[in-house]
């Protein structure tokens, strides 16, 4: 499957982005998908994670109460609604699909798109 992430750009503190993933090769719905982020000089974290039918999804802590995953089966999409941004949310957003099960660890993630830059200022 490839994948495709976009939506990011620059938006001020408190403000909101939704970002897009888009899928195409395999059955999108095959897959679990999440997201990671990659903040200036440091290492790929998790963010939020959504099962196969979107029916579950968790969320690191530093993000809950604020982002909001969901997908699209129909539209081979998944989203990341982002709410209440900080400067701490600056980071290369990637998302990333699995073929087993929706997880917060990046190595369960097969295939990975190419990230797209959210910088959130101050």
């Known amino acids: 499957v490839q994948l495709q992430a976009s939506g990011g750009g620059l938006v001020q503190a408190g403000g909101s982005l939704r970002l897009s993933c888009a899928a195409s090769?395999?059955?999108?719905?095959?897959?679990?998908m999440g997201w990671f982020r990659q903040p200036p000089g440091k290492e790929r974290e998790f963010v939020a994670t959504?099962?196969?039918?979107?029916?579950?999804?968790y969320y690191a802590d530093s993000v809950k109460g604020r982002f909001t995953i969901s997908r699209d089966n129909a539209k081979n999409t998944v989203y990341l609604q982002m709410n209440s941004l900080k400067p701490e949310d600056t980071a290369v957003y990637y998302c990333?699909?699995?073929?087993?099960?929706?997880?917060?660890?990046?190595?369960?993630?097969?295939?990975w798109g190419q990230g797209t830059l959210v910088t959130v200022s101050s």
């Open positions: 090769g395999r059955t999108f719905n095959m897959y679990a």
């Open positions: 990333a699909a699995s073929d087993s099960h929706y997880d917060t660890t990046p190595y369960t993630y097969d295939y």
């Open positions: 959504i099962s196969r039918s979107g029916g579950r999804t």
